[in-house]
């Protein structure tokens, strides 16, 4: 088991930037991947950014260029970068980490973007 807890979400205006974080309860050094996903109403929860424990990267075509996803095992810590943010990155964000034991999410972290 490990707990997730998202933070660093907000309103922005268009254009700004906001770096979310994702502190995990234990170590993070042995999870196979952790990674950010989004949910905007109506919508599925897609996978934004991922990175493997091998330090793969793999991002969402639209946000590519904007996004940076980034972990500090030191701190048990994910951290995703958002620059150059548009109304449509506007969703609840969850940190999703996997392991041996299957997947864990966070509660979600509010990101809205007005125009």
């Known amino acids: 088991q490990v707990q997730l807890v998202e933070s660093g979400g907000g309103l922005v205006q268009a254009g700004g930037s906001l770096r979310l974080s994702c502190a995990a309860s234990?170590?993070?050094?042995?999870?196979?991947?952790m990674g950010w996903y989004r949910q905007a109403p109506g919508k599925q929860r897609e996978l934004v950014a991922g990175?493997?424990?091998?330090?793969?990267?793999n991002y969402l075509d639209s946000v590519k260029g904007r996004f940076s996803i980034s972990r500090d095992n030191a701190k048990n810590t994910v951290y995703l970068q958002m620059n150059s943010l548009k109304p449509e990155d506007t969703a609840v964000y969850y940190c999703?980490?996997?392991?041996?034991?299957?997947?864990?999410w966070g509660q979600g972290t509010q990101v809205t973007v007005s125009s």
């Open positions: 999703a980490a996997v392991d041996v034991s299957g997947t864990f």
């Open positions: 990175i493997t424990s091998g330090g793969d990267i």
């Open positions: 234990r170590s993070i050094f042995s999870m196979y991947a």
